[in-house]
């Protein structure tokens, strides 16, 4: 079934560990984004990736990292997370370009919760 | 700044017609999106406005007005599946999407 796969589904770690959540596509889309969500916010966007091999900062890009090594694949790493890390993480990706609507798919999302 | 608005929560009884408001100040616009996101679910794909007009897809219409930086959503035969949150979310200059906070929808019997 073509989509996004998330991983993990949820998790809750100790403040100052090191995170990594995985997001791989497989419908060949160019551009992939991480976005966070948080109860009476909109989605905001941490990182995105417009094609493999390049990456920018979103809105609330500190304390995330981001690579793209190849199309399929754009993890996202937490170097030392905290607790105002707490939240639901999506991973979308996008067919890319500018014209058309260039519409979102959405992963499951990853509840990551850091004590 | 950007902004976009939208009601916090409605209620709306099974076999109605709901309409959800979206308001935005954005730098530029290239678009609006609305998506619906069930509950612990992913958000997914409703309608795509970048005319003024109205969209029709079935049970859901989506209006744009981009003169007075206003969209609404149109939900009409509500069903109780319909409960969900809806999000409205504007394309920017930079072709980046700016989100609202999303409305939750509650259908009652």
């Known amino acids: 079934i073509a989509g996004i796969t998330q991983a993990p589904t949820s998790q809750i770690l100790a403040a100052g560990r090191r995170m990594t959540l995985r997001c791989t596509q497989d419908?060949?889309?160019?551009?992939m984004y991480w976005y966070r969500q948080d109860l009476g916010l909109g989605l905001r966007l941490i990182h995105y990736s417009n094609t493999a091999g390049t990456t920018g900062k979103g809105e609330v890009p500190d304390g995330y990292s981001v690579s793209r090594a190849n199309t399929d694949d754009f993890p996202l790493t937490l170097a030392s997370a905290v607790p105002s890390q707490t939240s639901v993480y999506f991973c979308a990706s996008a067919s890319g370009g500018v014209s058309g609507a260039n519409v979102l798919t959405f992963g499951a999302g990853s509840r990551l919760t850091v004590l | 700044g950007q902004n976009i608005d939208q009601p916090t929560e409605m209620t709306a009884t099974e076999g109605a017609i709901v309409q959800i408001n979206c308001t935005y100040q954005t730098s530029g616009f290239n678009g609006l999106f609305w998506y619906q996101q069930h509950a612990g679910e992913a958000p997914t794909f409703l309608s795509y406005?970048?005319l003024d007009g109205l969209e029709e897809k079935g049970r859901f219409s989506s209006f744009l007005s981009r003169s007075k930086g206003y969209s609404y959503l149109l939900l009409k035969e509500l069903q109780m599946k319909d409960s969900a949150s809806y999000l409205c979310a504007v394309r920017d200059s930079n072709y980046q999407l700016i989100w609202g906070a999303g409305t939750k929808l509650i259908i009652k019997p």
């Open positions: 406005n970048v």
């Open positions: 419908m060949r889309h160019n551009a």
